[in-house]
């Protein structure tokens, strides 16, 4: 006797089918839509404590009535520039509100200082600043050396810098999209530097 197979057809196997892909794609939606809210609340506010890097040259060209030649430490000041300014300025400007997301990764920043361009990477709470230029910054601060100083000099260094910022002395130019900038916290960072609401859409 010969062995015959026999094919039954299911009359339910496109449905089935249907079903199974159905599954797979809200699957996939819920995953990355968790991986969105991970993205948003995962880290938390940093914490940056930072001494002013003016501090001793203020301190150096300050006589002995307290009164400060002013120009000596601008001009050392621009001179002697570098990535603990960038960081001051960062902590100034917000940079606490920042956060890594697990879609997008760490929070990038890039500084246009005239003739030198910088980068700082926020990375597990500390900022990793860098005389370079990057190609996959969030945002782009641009601000002369000299009004970095001024900052760093005012009494007052984030009410200085939301001032400049209003005033044109420093601007913000934002690269990535606004969920991605919205998953790293800078919206709200935007928000208090300018007042001006940015929403996601």
Do not use: C
Request: hydrophobic residues 45%.
């Amino acid at each position: 006797m010969v062995n015959v197979r026999i094919r039954i057809r299911d009359k339910w196997a496109n449905t089935k089918k249907v079903f199974v892909i159905l599954g797979i794609v809200i699957l996939v939606l819920v995953i990355l839509g968790g991986m969105f809210v991970l993205g948003f609340f995962s880290g938390g506010k940093t914490e940056i404590t930072l001494v002013n890097p003016l501090k001793d040259i203020v301190i150096a060209n300050t006589n002995e009535f307290g009164e400060i030649d002013i120009a000596t430490v601008l001009a050392q000041g621009v001179l002697e520039f570098d990535e603990n300014y960038i960081n001051y300025l960062l902590a100034a400007l917000g940079v606490s509100n920042l956060h890594k997301s697990l879609l997008y990764g760490n929070p990038i920043i890039e500084f246009n200082l005239g003739d030198e361009t910088w980068s700082s990477e926020l990375i597990k709470g500390a900022l990793n600043t860098k005389k370079q230029s990057v190609d996959n910054e969030d945002l782009i601060i641009t601000i002369s050396k000299e009004e970095a100083v001024w900052a760093l000099l005012s009494p007052n260094v984030e009410q200085f810098m939301k001032d400049s910022v209003n005033d044109g002395g420093t601007q913000i130019e934002m690269i990535a999209g606004k969920t991605e900038l919205f998953t790293k916290g800078y919206l709200d960072m935007y928000t208090q530097l300018t007042g001006e609401v940015v929403s996601v859409e």
